[in-house]
């Protein structure tokens, strides 16, 4: 998991990083919506001196929420924005302090069924976030959402 891809999401603070890189759809023809949004993903998190990699599974839907979260964390600093997939892999939480300083706290954990979990937090301003919007609309226009789960951007 050494060669980046072109499509990411990254937070990147002292050291300290999230990252993911969707890769591919997981079941692209299946007969269910549902199915039909998994996308598989390279994930890197580093917090202090710990780091590790690890492939995870995330929905389209996931990536469309925590962008229109971010996009109303430009204009709300005391708002929250969540990156909270449903197998729980890679859970990521930005609080805002009301003054343009944010707080990300970071949980991951590979394998649930393990109880391993790498959780730490970094800080960042406000002057990054429309680059985290592009970077999720990347994400977005490269894995559309396909069926019924609709969310609105």
């Known amino acids: 998991m050494t060669n980046f891809n072109e499509i990411y ?10 990252r993911i890189e969707p890769l591919y759809l997981v079941y ?11 996308i598989k993903a390279n994930v890197t998190v ?7 990699q690890f492939v995870a599974e995330f929905m389209t839907t996931d990536f469309e929420i925590f962008k229109k979260e971010l996009k109303n ?15 729980q892999q890679l859970v990521i939480k930005i609080k805002g302090d009301g003054l343009g300083h944010f707080e990300v706290d970071c949980a991951a954990t590979p394998h649930s069924h393990l109880g391993q979990t790498l959780t730490f937090s ?13 970077q999720l609309d990347e ?5 559309p959402i396909d069926g019924d789960l609709n969310i609105s951007n």
């Open 9 to 18: 999401f990254q937070i990147a603070d002292s050291g300290d990083i999230i």
């Open 28 to 38: 692209p023809n299946a007969d269910l919506d549902w199915d039909r949004n998994w």
């Open 46 to 52: 580093q917090g202090g001196v710990f780091r590790g």
């Open 139 to 143: 994400i977005t226009k490269s894995f």
């Open 73 to 87: 964390l430009d204009k709300d600093f005391n708002a929250i924005a969540k990156f909270e997939p449903i197998e």
């Open 122 to 134: 970094m800080i960042f301003d406000q002057t990054i976030i429309k680059k985290l919007v592009q």
